[in-house]
Structures are given as C-alpha cells and as structure tokens.
C-alpha cells in the first residue's frame, strides 16, 4: 500500500566530502534503523569495505566515520514521495531535496546514484538545479538479485578515481 514518506535522515558530509552517491529514498528498515542502507541484506556497506580493504563498520556512528573517512558523502535524491514500501517503482509525487547547502559547504567532484531510479529521478529534478551529471551505480538492494557480488564491486570501483 503507497504511503506518503518524508525523508528523515540527516545527510552525511564535511567539507571534505568529494563524492556524493544517491539513493533514491531510504527503505522503511533503514528508516527504522536511523541510517541509511539499514536492510541487513543490503550491500552497500559491505562493498565499500571491502573497496577500501576495511573492516565492515558495525553501527550507524561507525559507518558515517567510514564514509567521511573515505571523503564519501551520502544523502537521498527525494525529500518526500508517496511509494509501496521500500518499491522505488511505486514511487508518486517525487519531491526533491534541495542540494545547494550540501555542494556549497563540500568539495564534490563527482555524483553518484545507486539504482536506474535515483538516477531517472536526480536527471529529472535535480540536475537541472545543480548543473552537475551524476554516474549510476547499480543498486545494491536485496531485490537487485541479477547483479552479483564480484559485480558490484567492480562498478563501485567507479568511485577511487575522485577521491
């Protein structure tokens, strides 16, 4: 059943931050966890460990260091939307979120969405606004069975070259 949700993460980034990589809205598990990529069955934070040869950061404190760490900052392309769970494809009245603070107080080079979704949405709504391409990534959700492990790790290897 679509409900109408309102992004309630803070997004992670210093002025250090030199990629921003975009999910599309966080999924009701990460929403309930209070961090991004929350899902247990979730990839993002295991292909980012091991990218950088580190240990998977446990908890939400750990994992925001590790982003900062590596100059990564992480937000959402939507600030609210009406969607069926955690279906990107349910999705009804995206609302973007307003980038300007985030690239006025950090040093980013390069943008990155995680998913065709976040991707279609950031070129709709958001690019016009920031004047700045985004890369896709493929998403590492539990439902993006099709792609493997190995896989996602050699496409988030896009990344090293801007940090």
């Known amino acids: 059943m ?6 309630t993460l803070e997004p992670v980034f210093d002025p250090g931050s030199r990629i921003l990589i975009l999910g599309t809205m966080p999924s009701p598990a990460s929403r309930a966890a209070g ?4 899902h247990p ?12 040869g580190e ?3 446990a908890d939400k404190e750990a ?3 590790f982003l900062l760490s590596h100059h990564i900052a992480l937000w959402d392309v939507l600030a609210s939307c009406e969607i069926d769970g ?3 494809s349910s999705i009804r009245g995206p609302v973007p979120n307003d980038f300007a603070p985030l690239l006025e107080k950090a040093d980013i080079q390069a943008i990155f969405t995680t998913g065709r979704k976040a991707f279609a949405l950031y070129s709709r709504y958001c690019l016009p606004v920031t004047g700045i391409e985004a ?16 896989e996602l790790l050699i496409c988030y290897k896009a990344v090293l070259p801007f940090l």
């Open 55 to 57: 240990p998977l950061p």
């Open 2 to 7: 679509r409900e109408k949700v309102f992004h």
């Open 63 to 65: 994992r925001k260091a």
């Open 35 to 38: 961090f991004y990529y929350g």
């Open 41 to 52: 069955l979730n990839r993002f934070f295991r292909v980012l460990s091991d990218l950088f």
């Open 135 to 150: 890369r896709l990534l493929p998403s590492t959700s539990p439902a993006n069975a099709r792609i493997s492990y190995d």
């Open 86 to 88: 955690a279906d990107d």
